[in-house]
């Protein structure tokens, strides 16, 4: 493979799309922030990231001193995802959808510029910048890297991001959930071994995105990278295990998640804006890590914007083909800031008959049990505007009509006001009647104003017209 050869710093058009590829589109469109040097890791680097959450990236050159610098922010809202990938946002789940239905393989190269430096004594702190972010965390927390574990019986990968707590020099407690990455792990602690996994640091959004993706088991993720890139991912052999890494990421950490081993882990800000609580969980054992050979250290402040979107797209998409498997009214759903782009769900619908919201509604429901609000919509509403929604619920909605609630239903485990992640489930249809009188319901509005041009409408000088005006006025009232 040709693409072997390329340097980290090549700007070869025909380059492999990586982590550097997407900085310097950033730098070029006046969205990335580059922070003072030597800002500390602890405390300092997280709160001017999270400072700058909405609106720019951030380098951080020399964190804590260390040679290494940090990045964050690689997503401040949705029209950001939709631009790493080439989209339009309008066309963002669409897109997503299309590479989950259409993965594209991945192909295997010989040499990498990930493995241009090989580290077999492993100290985490001393080699790598990472930082603590939320003010109660246990400590230091890696939170942008792509956990790729295989199949232990079939070697089928897995790609999956988990909060990674530095434990000691070569440990790392992780939080597993109970879905593939755990399956794996599973299989091969039954089995009394250890099962081989890399964390991989510093990749293209699209590996990042793809990730998040609500795929079957053995669905490999890095496929569906390939596929919104638009061509294979490039992958390499670790140097200490069978685990396959993309070949243009940053840093590697290569080790394996030890059998009947379980140590404390937590607390750690999360995406509900509260802390995960700690407890005994799985243990990574790091045997290597390889690098470029001046690596960037991408970092993801917990709970923040860019957590929260990279969960949003990859989520908000599933639910979609969720929900136009069964229902062709549905037009769009979104998963908004305040329901922690998890819990609440906004459905756009073009509605056909008054009993299809409630439908719908618990349809969503099934979706993920992440949801535990769906606010249904017709199409006139904007549903990127959380306003807009919630004047549809004031003058669409009735509770004792257009309420539905669900007790005792699966929730999400991190949601303080569950009983252990039971808990109820809430539907709202704020949709007009099919066969509303049209004058009920016409929305007002001042005709013209999408032609308004400012520039062509207002004077320039408006202090200078107002005293003509009332210089005028003053002749004609004397
Ligand atoms: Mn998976």
């Not at 070869?12 to 890791?41: E, H, K, M, N, Q």
């Not at 005994?280 to 690098?291: M, P, S």
């Not at 919630?390 to 539905?404: G, K, M, N, S």
Request: net charge negative; with cysteine; proline share 7%.
């Amino acid at each position: 493979m040709g693409a072997s050869q390329a340097g980290p710093e090549t700007t070869d058009r025909d380059a492999f799309p990586d982590l550097r590829s997407w900085l310097r589109r950033l730098a070029a469109t006046g969205r990335l922030a580059v922070a003072r040097s030597g800002l500390s890791l602890i405390d300092e680097l997280a709160a001017v990231a999270k400072k700058l959450e909405r609106d720019r990236a951030v380098l951080f050159p020399s964190p804590g001193g260390h040679a290494i610098p940090v990045v964050a922010n690689l997503f401040a809202d949705r029209g950001w995802v939709a631009d790493s990938i080439g989209v339009p946002t309008g066309q963002l789940l669409a897109r997503f959808q299309e590479a989950v239905r259409h993965p594209r393989r991945w192909i295997e190269v010989g040499q990498a510029p990930v493995q241009q430096i090989v580290h077999r004594e492993v100290d985490l702190l001393r080699l790598l910048p990472i930082p603590k972010h939320n003010e109660y965390d246990s400590g230091p927390y890696i939170t942008a890297a792509l956990l790729i574990a295989r199949n232990p019986k079939t070697g089928v990968q897995n790609v999956s991001i988990h909060r990674c707590q530095v434990s000691g020099p070569d440990r790392i407690g992780i939080l597993l959930l109970p879905r593939h990455t755990h399956h794996y792990y599973k299989m091969a602690e039954e089995a009394g071994e250890a099962l081989e996994i890399a964390l991989v640091i510093g990749v293209h959004p699209a590996c990042l995105l793809a990730s998040q993706a609500i795929a079957p088991l053995d669905a490999d993720e890095m496929e569906i990278a390939g596929a919104l890139l638009g061509r294979p991912v490039e992958m390499v052999r670790c140097k200490t295990n069978q685990v396959r890494v993309p070949a243009h990421a940053e840093i590697v950490i290569e080790g394996r998640i030890l059998p009947h081993v379980r140590e404390p882990e937590g607390p750690f800000g999360e995406f509900p804006q509260y802390y995960g609580p700690r407890a005994n969980r799985e243990v990574i054992q790091v045997d290597a890590i390889t690098q470029r050979s001046q690596p960037i250290f991408h970092t993801i402040v917990g709970g923040g914007m860019e957590h929260l979107v990279l969960g949003e797209i990859p989520r908000e998409a599933t639910l979609l083909d969720h929900l136009q498997r069964s229902f062709a009214s549905v037009r769009d759903v979104r998963l908004p800031r305040g329901g922690t782009c998890r819990y609440h769900l906004v459905v756009k619908i073009d509605k056909t008959n008054d009993g299809e919201p409630k439908n719908i509604i618990l349809g969503a429901f099934g979706g993920h049990y992440d949801v535990k609000r769906v606010v249904v919509v017709d199409r006139d509403v904007d549903i990127d505007d959380p306003v807009e929604v919630e004047w549809a619920i004031a003058t669409r909605f009735q509770a004792d009509r257009d309420l539905i609630v669900v007790s005792g239903a699966q929730g999400s485990k991190l949601d303080p006001s569950t009983d252990g992640g039971i808990g109820a489930k809430m539907g709202i249809d704020a949709t007009r009647p099919v066969d509303a009188d049209p004058n009920v319901y016409r929305r007002i509005g001042v005709k013209g104003l999408e032609a308004v041009d400012l520039a062509v409408a207002l004077q320039p000088d408006g202090e200078a017209a107002l005293a003509r005006i009332l210089a005028a006025q003053n002749q004609t009232d004397w």
